[in-house]
């Protein structure tokens, strides 16, 4: 049965799961990474092999075996899948940005010009899982920021194949390279590049904890999106709320990880009471009951808050990765919400909208990291580079202002470099 807490009992850091007691891989991670830089190819073979059970001729999916996934994909769930891309392309459209340049007295011309990252690397999760959707929300941003060349990298069966659904996504979302190889041996690759497998300059889409590690040590050589922590939602719920809608939306994200968190916070004891005999009956109906049960019953809580607004300051602390507000009136909240990953908004915007249909990204922060950090965009794939013009004139107006500033930080070079253009004129 989940926890029901009153408010002022309540210990905020106690409530999300923050740190993972995972068994230490950094050695393990450092060994693979290392291993990939100095036999490249054949040890993604070896890793195929050892992992995956694959014996591969080939690390690189061919174009046939593109075209006969696609062909092997129930088309009611390519239509869906092309509907979603659609509405994802729609959503991360607005998010191009455009340079500027503007002018001062005497020919400054001032402004940022914006360059896509030029080669983007997508990690797919394989094996059990299969989550076309992840391909689309990580390519579909590179592709609108104009990336040359989306690389992606995801575990082979025992056959030696990708799940057709995977392969039919990433046609769909416009992927130019696929690669059979997953775990840290994939992230490597990516990030120093092997005798197929070409570097790219960025790596995004979610993984296991080996995946996490190698994201985390391959960064600085390469950019990455996030460490990923385990999933989380928060629903604020009035006393209208349907007690078995709001149970549905946090089973949605329970059942994903027996560390996934989920919370509801409401400032009605009867709703609450009745969420907790929802989720125990729903529970009974699902395939993967016994991890959300497990996330329910250790990590789950439902919190009893004087009024909503008390509710927003709880969600504010808690920087969730999901949160809902299930209230007749949202966006009256809309402007209190400062750190949350993505917000759904009313009593029929369930979080599994935006894992799939809806349009934004469903690469969001976890871990408290919303605080400072933002879902996955078109912003990810693209870099803002400064310039500046000066005109003679221009200079000599500020060379004082130059030459005062840098002395007072003991640059003596930093003020010549501005002095040394008009000495001998006066």
Do not use: W
């Not at 689309?136 to 799940?163: D, E």
């Not at 007749?328 to 979080?351: H, K, Q, W």
């Amino acid at each position: 049965m989940i926890k029901i807490l009153d408010y002022e009992q309540v210990k905020i850091e106690d409530i999300f799961i923050r740190n993972d007691k995972a068994a230490d891989i950094t050695a393990a991670v450092e060994k693979i990474i290392s291993d990939v830089r100095e036999n490249g190819d054949r040890a993604l073979r070896e890793y195929a092999l050892k992992f995956d059970g694959a014996v591969l001729d080939n690390l690189e999916v061919t174009e046939e075996e593109i075209e006969d996934a696609f062909a092997a994909v129930d088309p009611a769930l390519i239509e869906v899948i092309k509907k979603a891309a659609e509405n994802i392309r729609e959503y991360h459209s607005k998010q191009k940005r455009e340079g500027f340049r503007f002018e001062r007295k005497n020919g400054v011309i001032l402004g940022q010009k914006i360059t896509p990252i030029e080669n983007a690397g997508i990690y797919i999760p394989g094996g059990t899982a299969s989550y076309p959707s992840s391909v689309l929300m990580n390519t579909i941003p590179a592709k609108i920021a104009g990336c040359r060349q989306i690389v992606m990298v995801s575990p082979p069966s025992r056959g030696g194949t990708i799940a057709p659904v995977i392969l039919a996504a990433a046609k769909i979302a416009g992927v130019d390279r696929i690669f059979k190889t997953g775990g840290a041996q994939a992230v490597a690759a990516l990030a120093y590049g092997t005798e197929s497998v070409p570097k790219v300059d960025k790596i995004t889409g979610p993984g296991n904890a080996f995946v996490a590690e190698a994201k985390k040590q391959v960064f600085g050589k390469v950019s990455i999106d996030m460490i990923a922590g385990p999933s989380e939602i928060l629903v604020i719920a009035d006393e209208k709320s349907n007690p078995a809608f709001v149970a549905a939306d946090m089973l949605s994200q329970a059942e994903h990880d027996k560390m996934a968190t989920a919370v509801l916070v409401t400032d009605s004891r009867e709703l609450a009471d009745k969420v907790a005999e929802e989720l125990e009956k729903q529970l009974r109906l699902l395939p993967r009951e016994e991890i959300a049960r497990a996330s329910i019953e250790n990590n789950g809580a439902v919190i009893i808050t004087d009024n909503l607004h008390r509710a927003v300051e709880i969600s504010n602390e808690l920087a969730p990765e999901h949160l809902e507000i299930c209230t007749d009136n949202p966006f009256d909240y809309l402007d209190e919400i400062t750190n949350a990953g993505s917000v759904f908004l009313g009593r029929f915007c369930c979080e599994s909208l935006g894992d799939y249909l809806a349009g934004p990204n469903h690469t969001l922060p976890t871990s408290g990291t919303a605080r400072f950090s933002s879902p996955l965009s078109v912003d990810e794939f693209i870099k803002k580079t400064q310039f500046s013009y000066f005109e003679k004139e221009a200079l000599r107006e500020v060379r004082d202002d130059i030459d005062i500033f840098a002395r007072s930080e003991g640059l003596d070079a930093h003020a010549r470099a501005a002095t040394i253009r008009f000495e001998g004129e006066e």
